[in-house]
């Protein structure tokens, strides 16, 4: 099949390093920040990663920072809410 020699060309440079678990785990997250996302602002699928972290709307053009390889991640989500939560505790 011509898409697993595609995939296994992405991985060439680790050679037999880190492992196939590993090699396996890297094609998923590098296939996922190159599709296109959904734009917070717009809701249009059509944010692309400008670089690590980076977002750019192709639609409205916003432009904004997240997770490095997803627009959005669990661990921003938790972090918000814990800079909410400390901040109203603090008085
Ligand atoms: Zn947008």
Redesign the pocket.
Known sequence: MGRKTKKVAMTRGFGARYGVTLRKRYIKVVTEARRTHK?P??G?E?VKRVSVGVWN?R??G?TFAGGAYTPVTKLGVVAKRQVKSLSSSEA
Do not use: E, T
Request: charged share 10%.
């Open positions: 734009c602002q717009c249009v059509a709307c639609k409205c916003v």
